[in-house]
């Protein structure tokens, strides 16, 4: 089984709910940007200059020279996706619309205390539409599914 994927969505896109799904039903290996820089920052929180012009291009670097991968992310510099690209990596983007958006982080920093998110929806649609618009992705699902079914469908980009 060979498979090498990036996955973006914006903030309160699914990205983690996907991401447990598949660590419990499946054996895929998975990755995501927070977990990442924070192993690559000892744990600690960095702040956004560093996240984004450091530790991001680091670890997404380590992470295209994975064999077998599927990556999250909500940001990821074009240059290093037009990189993961010619290594044979699949760009998909979760779609859920900007209203689905802004109930979906609502109810997280009711319900679980999170941080407003929604400053930053407008800005990452922005970019994953010129990312569909310049070619860079290959994929898009509908990320405003059953989790089962966001599933079923990333896992046929599984070769």
């Known amino acids: ?10 903030s309160c896109g699914g990205k983690s709910s996907l991401m447990r799904y598949l660590r419990e039903h499946t054996d895929l290996q998975i990755a995501e940007t927070d977990e990442e820089v924070m192993k690559a920052n000892n744990d600690v929180w960095p ?3 560093l996240k984004n012009q ?25 240059d290093l996706l037009i990189e993961t690209k010619q290594k044979g990596f699949k760009i998909v ?5 900007l ?4 109930e979906r982080n609502k109810k997280r920093m009711a ?6 998110v929604s400053p930053w929806f407008s800005g990452q649609l922005d970019n994953f539409k010129e990312l569909k618009s310049k070619g860079i992705t290959n994929y898009s699902i509908n990320g405003n ?15």
Not at 1 to 10: G, Q, S
């Open 99 to 102: 209203k689905i958006l802004i």
């Open 54 to 78: 450091v530790l991001v291009p680091q670890t997404t670097k380590e992470i295209i020279s994975r064999k077998n991968v599927i990556y999250f992310a909500s940001y990821i510099p074009n």
């Open 47 to 49: 702040d956004n200059d």
């Open 111 to 116: 319900e679980e205390n999170y941080d407003d």
């Open 145 to 159: 599914q059953d989790i089962e079914k966001v599933a079923d469908d990333l896992k046929k980009f599984v070769e």
């Open 93 to 97: 983007i979760l779609e859920v619309p």
């Open 1 to 10: 089984m060979n498979y090498k994927i990036i996955v973006l969505a914006p």
